[in-house]
């Protein structure tokens, strides 16, 4: 399956999401962001790109968006695991959605 079409699962329900980014954690000055079980109900999701690639979810108010993603996995909870590393394999972003709380 394709991570639209697991994406697609999530449309039209009341997800649960994890957004992090640690861009620059590893450099002088550190930027980042962090959101853990924000409750968002998921009126569209889109998938763009290639080998890096990015996320639209559209909520009713807005948009949440993760941009530099390139691996994925499903999880035996059903829980979609969207993250970007380096090539280091340091992780730079992750965007996990969920039908629980995670």
């Known amino acids: 399956m394709e991570v639209q079409s697991y994406l697609d699962t999530f449309v039209g329900k009341s997800c649960y999401i994890h957004l992090e980014t640690t861009l620059g954690a590893y450099v002088n000055r550190p930027i980042g962001t ?3 079980n924000a409750q968002v109900y998921i009126e569209r999701a889109q998938i763009k790109g290639n080998d890096s690639y990015r996320v639209g979810l559209k909520i009713p108010i807005g948009w949440v968006y993760a941009e530099g993603l390139n691996v994925y996995d499903q999880d035996v909870k059903g829980r979609l695991l969207l993250e970007g590393h380096d090539e280091d394999g340091k992780l730079q972003v992750a965007l996990h ?6």
């Open 34 to 36: 962090f959101i853990r």
């Open 97 to 102: 959605i969920s039908l629980e709380p995670l």
